[in-house]
C-alpha cells in the first residue's frame, strides 16, 4: 500500500528545517533525505505506523506526529465454483460443484455451514438437495483475510426404477401347495440397491407364473414398475 503525508507550516518568514522520522519500538529514527513537507510511502504491510514531522525556525521546534494505519485485505473470489447438472442418484459418491478460483488465496469447500472444511470438492453419495459452502482462504495471513462464505445449492435427483435391472434369485419352485416366494437381486449398475426396494406379488402359493412389482423406497430411487 502507497500513503502520502504532508505537513503544512505557516506563520513563518522564514523557511523552517524540516525533518521526518518514524517511530519503531518507542524509539524514532530520522528517514534519510526526507527533509521536506511532504512524506510519501510505499510498501506499506498491513499494520499502524507512526511518522513525526519536525520543524525548525531558529531554535524553535515543533512536532507533530502522523499515525498511517493500513487495514488487512480481504482474498477474492475470482471464479465461484458452479453446480454440477443434471446428476442423477448413481449408488457411489458424485462431485457436486466445478472448482471456484481466488486470487492470493486457496479455496475452501464444506456441505453445510459446519461441515468438515477441505480443499477438496465435495462428494454425495444419496439424493438430495445440498448447500455446498465455499470460502477462500488467503496465502498471506498478514495482510489478508478469509473471504465471507458463500453457498450455492445442488441437487442429485433420485434414480427412476425402471432404470434397475432384476435378477431372480434360486430355481423354479415345485408346486408344493404352500406359499414361496421368489427373492430378488435389483442393482443399479455395479451397485446392489436391493434394499432399496419392496417387492410386490414375489409370493404365491399356486402353479403358475406371476408379474412382481418393484417399489422404490427411500429417497434415492423413484416411481415402480413390473
Known amino acids: 500500500q502507497t500513503a502520502t503525508l504532508k505537513a503544512l507550516v505557516t506563520g513563518y518568514g522564514k523557511t523552517p528545517t524540516m525533518q521526518w522520522s518514524q517511530k519503531t519500538n518507542g524509539t524514532y529514527?530520522?528517514?534519510?533525505?526526507?527533509?521536506?513537507?511532504?512524506?510519501?510511502?510505499?510498501?506499506?504491510?498491513?499494520?499502524?505506523?507512526?511518522?513525526?514531522?519536525?520543524?525548525?525556525?531558529?531554535?524553535?521546534?515543533?512536532?507533530?506526529?502522523?499515525?498511517?494505519?493500513?487495514?488487512?485485505?480481504?482474498?477474492?473470489?475470482?471464479?465461484?465454483?458452479?453446480?454440477?447438472?443434471n446428476l442423477v442418484y448413481t449408488g457411489e459418491n458424485q462431485t457436486l460443484i466445478l472448482p471456484g478460483a481466488a486470487d492470493k488465496g486457496t479455496m475452501y469447500y464444506t456441505i453445510g455451514r459446519n461441515g468438515n472444511h477441505s480443499t477438496d470438492l465435495p462428494t454425495a453419495l444419496l439424493a438430495g438437495t445440498y448447500q455446498v459452502y465455499y470460502y477462500a482462504l488467503p496465502t498471506d495471513r498478514d495482510n489478508y483475510i478469509p473471504s465471507e462464505p458463500q453457498y450455492i445449492?445442488?441437487?442429485?435427483?433420485?434414480?427412476?426404477?425402471?432404470?434397475?435391472?432384476?435378477?431372480?434369485?434360486?430355481?423354479?419352485?415345485?408346486?408344493?401347495?404352500?406359499?414361496?416366494?421368489?427373492?430378488?437381486?435389483?442393482?443399479?449398475?455395479?451397485?446392489?440397491?436391493t434394499s432399496q426396494i419392496h417387492v410386490l406379488g414375489n409370493t404365491a402359493a399356486k402353479a403358475g407364473s406371476y408379474n412382481m412389482t418393484l417399489q422404490a423406497t427411500g429417497g434415492n430411487l423413484t416411481g415402480s414398475k413390473l
Request: charged share 20%.
Open 153 to 193: 445449492e445442488v441437487t442429485v435427483a433420485p434414480r427412476p426404477v425402471q432404470d434397475l435391472t432384476v435378477q431372480l434369485l434360486g430355481e423354479p419352485f415345485p408346486y408344493d401347495g404352500t406359499n414361496k416366494t421368489q427373492k430378488v437381486k435389483v442393482t443399479l449398475g455395479d451397485v446392489d440397491v
Open 29 to 85: 529514527t530520522q528517514i534519510s533525505g526526507e527533509t521536506g513537507d511532504t512524506l510519501t510511502l510505499s510498501g506499506l504491510t498491513s499494520g499502524s505506523y507512526v511518522y513525526r514531522f519536525t520543524y525548525n525556525v531558529d531554535g524553535y521546534y515543533k512536532s507533530v506526529d502522523f499515525t498511517v494505519t493500513v487495514e488487512k485485505a480481504t482474498v477474492q473470489v475470482t471464479t465461484a465454483p458452479t453446480a454440477v447438472l
